[in-house]
């Protein structure tokens, strides 16, 4: 827990998902490619995540139906662990044991 309740998720100390409910509403925020970030940010029920968005990372919120079904999520919140895996250095990943 983090930043006002908000369950956030971190690989080697560096944040890749962020979950948080405003009632029973619940959002999720994820790195995403900026190739994703084009193609997501205008989809119903997905916005560029506040704060970091607009400070130019490409992170997207989803935070609404329709949004991502539950499969898509997965599968983005699994890139986006591998996308801020690739910016740990080798050694770190090494003494962590992810590195492949």
């Not at 944040?15 to 205008?42: C, R």
């Not at 916005?47 to 898509?72: E, M, N, V």
């Not at 895996?85 to 770190?92: A, C, Q, T, W, Y």
């Amino acid at each position: 827990m983090q930043w006002g309740g908000c369950h956030v998720w971190k690989v080697a100390g560096k944040v890749f998902a962020i979950g948080g409910w405003e009632g029973d509403q619940e959002a999720y925020t994820i790195k995403v490619s900026p190739w994703a970030f084009e193609v997501l940010q205008d989809q119903p029920g997905l916005r560029p995540a506040p704060y970091l968005a607009s400070r130019g990372f490409t992170w997207i919120q989803h935070y609404d139906k329709p949004g991502l079904s539950d499969k898509q999520l997965k599968q983005y919140l699994l890139q986006s662990y591998e996308i801020v895996l690739e910016g740990v250095s080798k050694k770190k990943r090494r003494e962590l044991g992810l590195l492949r």
